[in-house]
Each structure stands twice: as structure tokens, then as C-alpha cells.
């Protein structure tokens, strides 16, 4: 049986991170459905939040203010002690990845630039033009393959073996060579990414199923959270490219077509620079009330970077700039940039502690498929980037400390008995005479943004849960047209539907129950904040009927009392 101490799910800033802590003492494995530098993280633009005062206007910057931020804009929901371990961590980590070889841009004085952000009192936003995800993922693929950590490349993890309270490891499907293996671990760590792909409009890559929260809810892990789901003011109308928030970190405007810039009426201080569940509700809002664009491929606001000038937009957006020539033929040194909010990121995921630990022993998670939690009901851009590196490095120091101190031994009969059901279920689906996978995702996901989107009510989330249950049941006669396991997408992507279902549901449940809008969760029933009914985090396990079975959990409060919230 293939057997390591570590193996770590998911080769993006989390996973990259928790090895390279790791692999200097332990036998580390990185398992990855794509080749890691394709990973999400390879996306992100406008840059990751630490508090190094460099920026002229941003001389009194600290930790405590960018805590502060950053729980201001959860509402109030994000685990304040996690919240400044972070915020500490993060010059920590920013130099770390400077002095490993990351190139940042600079300012004039060599020091590391910053720009303003959403949400935030000053500017913090580290960046290297707006490809700060792929120098930061590069940076760190790099430095794991140079201290030799094994990496599976196109292996899918299937499922994760729990016995007794503790992981044994996980099932994986080898999909150049069409072989299903159980892997035999001290230690697993997901760092799955998110889930984006649930929705309809989302800015996330195509291998953002979620398939890792899904995994390890239905081999029985608590996840939290799962209604606050963030939706990014601003993708390219059409294919729901990300426009980074940097575009208005810049200085750009949004615009209906009175001409206005209606941010002005909703957050007449922040501006365009106000939280992104702000944003995305004014946006939406100027839409609905007839303020908005139309184009044939749906409603639109519009985006002006024309002030900033060719030099500006050439120099530190110049990625946005070609998405926009190459994705809608306009050049945004001349023209404005239809943009509508879609679906962006994962507030919820795998219950953990500030070490990232689970309630399993020796199961781990980071980055983005972990609810830790840092953001709260709403993650300020530039502070996801910052959570991954962050909390995978706080990772491997929590799994070294486990590892030295326990003698852990995992076992093989839970593994081989895990196979067996794996081996079952793929074969059932290749008996089955349903649906393909693609049709019944496609009404799962057109569900999702219709239902459970930036605005939410009762009559709606209750559709959408009843649809849910239709979907499930159609998903139990999925099939595929080719059984064979080499290379076989059509297969992976069945599977991989079963899991994105349990994670829909345990979205929609979460926004069914909570009767109050916090953040990104919006009840157009239920419109304003709840502190004595609902500050708590919400739990879902998955319950003997196959349903979430939900519980609550208290918030730490640490120096900052609820306030209301004003931008
Ligand atoms: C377009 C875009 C721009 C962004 N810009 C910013 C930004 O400027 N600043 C910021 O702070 N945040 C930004 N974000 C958010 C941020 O990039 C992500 O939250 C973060 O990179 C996630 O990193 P991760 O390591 O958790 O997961 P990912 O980078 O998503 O990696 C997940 C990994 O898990 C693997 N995987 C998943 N499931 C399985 C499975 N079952 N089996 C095997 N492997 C699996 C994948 O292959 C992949 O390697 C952006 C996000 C998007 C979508």
C-alpha cells in the first residue's frame, strides 16, 4: 500500500506552504487534481494584505488596525484570537515570501508597494502588478520541488478514511493510469480550495468544485459556515472573468447609466473601496431598480479606468487590460468595463482552530475549503491570499508538534474497506442508465444563483432546497458514457457532482435557517443584523438520514465588541 507520514490534498498557497514546512523532517506528499501551478491560486490579481506601513499614506498602519478591518468586515462573525494571529503573521509572511525569491513591485525606494483595498483604513495590499497569485504560487512550487517534496499530479482524491476519531489516510484515483489506490497517512491536510463552482456566475476556475469540503462532510467532518458565500462586485459580463478590486484600489469609478457614481448613496465615505457584500449589494441593487446596462448576455454596471490614464492602467493592470481586448473586445484605456457581481469565494468550509486542526485527529485544513475562522461573514479582498500562506504554515508547525508528540499509527483495514465502497460506487455509476453529470450540474448550479444568491428570502431558499432534494435523487442513476478509469473526465466529474450536491445543501440550509443578514448573507425578510439570536457560527454535519444536521457554535470575542457597521 503507497504509504507516506503527510499527504497533503490540494497544490495551491495552502498545500504548497504546509509542505515546504514540513518536508524538511517528514515524508511529504502533495496530491493534486491538476498540475499544482494550475491551481485557483495561480488566478488571484490584485494582491494579499499585510501591514508593513510602506505606502506614504499608510504610515500608521499595524497589526491591530488591520484586525480591526478585518472583523469589522467579517460583521462581526470571525474568530477574533484567529483574526490576530493573522494579521500578526502577515509582514511575517510577505518578507518570508519576498526573501524566498517572490517579486513584488516596489516603490521608489525599493520597498515592497502597496495599494488601497476594500474595507480597509489604509493601504495594505502587497502586490506584483496584478498577477499576485501566480508569483506567490510560483515562489512557492519552486521551493517544494527543490527540497524534494513527491508530488501526484492529476491524482484526485476520492475519499478521506476516518475509523474511530481518526484519519488513516485517503482513496485516490490515479487518472493518467486509470488506477484507484487507498494512501496510507499519519497525517492528511485538505487544502481543497474553494467551492465556486456550485454557481452559475462564478470567477473561480473550472476545478473549483469543492469536492474537498464535500469529501470530508460526508466522511463525517463538521463544516462551518457554509451560508456566507462572497460575491465579487465586479466580473467581465459574459464569462465572469475577475476585474480585481485593484481596479478600483487604483481610483476607478463605477457607473450606472445616469451616469453616476452611485456608490455615493451606500457607503458615501468608502466609496467604490467599501466591502465587497457592500459593493455587490449596490451594484445589484441599481440593477434590479432599473439603473443598470442591458447586453444580450444579461444586465451590467459599467467600470471607468480611463481617468487613471494608458501609463497607470499599463504598468499595474496590465492583465486586466488584456482579458478585457482578448474576453470583450474593449480596451479600458478608452472604454468602460461591463461588469456584474457573481460568485467568488467561500467564507465557510472544514471546521478548524486557529491550528488548523479538525475534531478528527491527524486530519487537517488550510487555505480556502478551511472555515478557521478569519473572514468571518465577509473576507476583505487581499486577506485570502494572506489566510492560505498563513495558515498553511501554521499547519505544518501544528502537525509537527502532533507528530512529535503522538505515536500514530494508521491502519490499513479502514483503507481497504474504504476502496471497496469506492470501487462499488464507481461501478454502480457505470451501470446506471440516468442522466450525464453535466445536465443534472447545470440545474444544480443555475439553482444556486438563483436562489441562493446576493439577495435571499425565505419562499426562494425553500425552492432551492426542494430542488436540491429532486437533484439528489436524479443523481443517484447518474451515468457516464465510458467506464473506463484512464483519463476518464466524464467519470471524475460524476463523482465529483455527488460531493458539490452536499455542499449546495449544506449552503442552502444554512441560508434557510439564519434569519438575519450579516455580511455576505443578505434576507431581504430578515434585513438587518441579529447579534442576540445570531451571532454564532453555524455547524453542519451530515445526519443519518443523508441530511445536514445542524448545530451552532460561539463566536470568539476577544477585544472588539459588535458595532454597527458604517463604510
Ligand atoms: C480570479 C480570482 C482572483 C483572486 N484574487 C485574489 C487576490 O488578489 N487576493 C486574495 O487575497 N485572494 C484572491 N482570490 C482568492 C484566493 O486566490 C484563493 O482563495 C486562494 O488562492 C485559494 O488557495 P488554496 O490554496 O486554498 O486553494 P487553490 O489554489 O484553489 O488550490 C486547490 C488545490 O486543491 C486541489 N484539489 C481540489 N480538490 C481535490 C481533490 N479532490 N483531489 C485532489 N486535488 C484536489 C487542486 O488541484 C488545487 O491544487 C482570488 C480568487 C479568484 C478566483
Known sequence: MLSHDIVIVGGGLAGLRAAVGLCEKYDVAILSKVHPIRSHSIAAQGGINASLANHPEGKDDSWEKHTFD???????????????????????????????????????DGSIAQRPFGGAGYPRTCYSADITGHVLLNTL???????????????????????????????????????????????????????????QYSTNALINTGSGIGIAYKAGV????????????????????????????????????????????????????????????????????GRGFDHPLGKYI????????????????????????????????????????CQHYSMGGIDTN??????????????ECACVSVHGANRLGGNSLLDTIVFGKLS??????????????????????????????????ANNTGERPFSILSDLSKNMSANVGIFRKKDELALALEKIMEIKERYKNVHVSSTSLHMNYELLNAIELGYMIEVAHTIAIGAYLREESRG?????????????NWLKHTIARL????????????????????MERKY
Open 70 to 108: 478585518t472583523i469589522k468586515g467579517s460583521d462581526y462573525l470571525a474568530d477574533q484570537h484567529a483574526v490576530e494571529i493573522m494579521c500578526r503573521q502577515a509582514p511575517i509572511i510577505v518578507y518570508e515570501m519576498e526573501h524566498w525569491g517572490c517579486p513584488f513591485s516596489r516603490f521608489e
Open 302 to 341: 459599467k467600470l471607468d479606468l480611463r481617468h487613471l490614464g494608458a501609463q497607470k492602467i499599463m504598468e499595474k493592470l496590465p492583465g486586466i487590460r488584456k482579458i478585457c481586448i482578448d474576453f470583450i473586445g474593449i480596451d479600458p484605456i478608452y472604454e468602460l468595463i461591463p461588469i456584474m457581481p
Open 396 to 429: 505544518a508547525i501544528a502537525i509537527d508538534e502532533y507528530l512529535s508528540g503522538n505515536n500514530v499509527n494508521p491502519e490499513e483495514r479502514p483503507l481497504n474497506a474504504k476502496l471497496n465502497d469506492v470501487e462499488t460506487n464507481i461501478k454502480k455509476i
Open 354 to 367: 486557529e491550528k488548523t486542526e479538525t475534531e478528527i485527529k491527524g486530519f487537517y485544513a488550510a487555505g
Open 543 to 562: 445526519g443519518a438520514d443523508g441530511t445536514p444536521e445542524i448545530s451552532f457554535k460561539e463566536v470568539v470575542i476577544t477585544r472588539y465588541q459588535p
Open 520 to 532: 455576505a448573507h443578505f434576507r431581504r425578510d430578515f434585513s438587518i443584523r441579529n447579534d442576540e
Open 141 to 199: 512550487y519552486e521551493r517544494a520541488v527543490s527540497k524534494g517534496v513527491k508530488v501526484y499530479s492529476e491524482w484526485y482524491a476520492i475519499a478521506l478514511v476516518i475509523d474511530n476519531g481518526q484519519c488513516h489516510g485517503i482513496i485516490a484515483f490515479d487518472l493518467i493510469n486509470g488506477k484507484i489506490f487507498p494512501i496510507k497517512s499519519k497525517v492528511t491536510v485538505f487544502a481543497t480550495g474553494g467551492y465556486g463552482r456550485v454557481y
Open 222 to 289: 463538521p463544516i462551518k459556515d457554509m451560508e456566507f458565500v462572497q460575491f465579487h462586485p465586479t466580473g467581465l459580463i459574459g464569462t465572469n472573468i475577475l476585474i480585481t478590486e485593484a481596479c478600483r484600489g487604483e481610483g476607478g469609478y463605477l457607473i450606472n447609466n445616469k451616469n453616476e457614481r452611485f456608490m455615493e448613496k451606500y457607503a458615501p465615505k468608502a466609496m467604490e473601496l467599501a466591502p465587497r457584500d457592500i459593493v455587490s449589494r449596490s451594484i445589484q441593487t441599481e440593477i434590479e431598480e
